[in-house]
């Protein structure tokens, strides 16, 4: 069975950083098109990153961009999302997601993989 597994969610200031990784058993992440998605209380889930399959393009949504920075460890066999200059709006359950698209894409129906979730909050 394919499993996803996040970390580093917790509780941050505004204005502060955090670090979530996403590590894979049973297949290597290398050669899926990987993505992080989130999804705040009573709000569709939506994408925020995604790294296409062999290093391909990244892609970030609109109200990340600058802040976030989406890195994968081949080695380790781990997804990263670096969090910077967080905002209360930020606030969610962050997904990591698989897909086996070539270049991957922040819609939430080429996922098919997803792990349990790891949560972010934002204090103003």
């Known amino acids: 069975q394919s499993r996803l597994v996040e970390s580093g969610g917790g509780l941050v200031q505004s204005g502060g950083s955090l670090r979530l990784s996403c590590a894979a058993s049973?297949?290597?992440?290398?050669?899926?098109?990987i993505a992080w998605f989130r999804q705040a209380p009573g709000q569709d889930r939506e994408g925020v990153s995604c790294f296409s399959a062999s290093d391909g393009p990244k892609h970030y949504a609109n109200s990340v961009l600058g802040r976030f920075t989406i890195s994968r460890d081949n080695g380790k066999n781990t997804l990263s999302l670096q969090m910077d200059r967080l905002q209360p709006e930020d606030t969610a359950v962050y997904y990591c997601a698989m897909s086996g698209v070539k270049e991957c894409s922040l819609r939430l129906r080429d996922y098919d993989t997803w792990g349990q979730g790891t949560q972010v909050t934002v204090s103003s």
């Open positions: 049973t297949f290597i992440l290398e050669y899926f098109s």
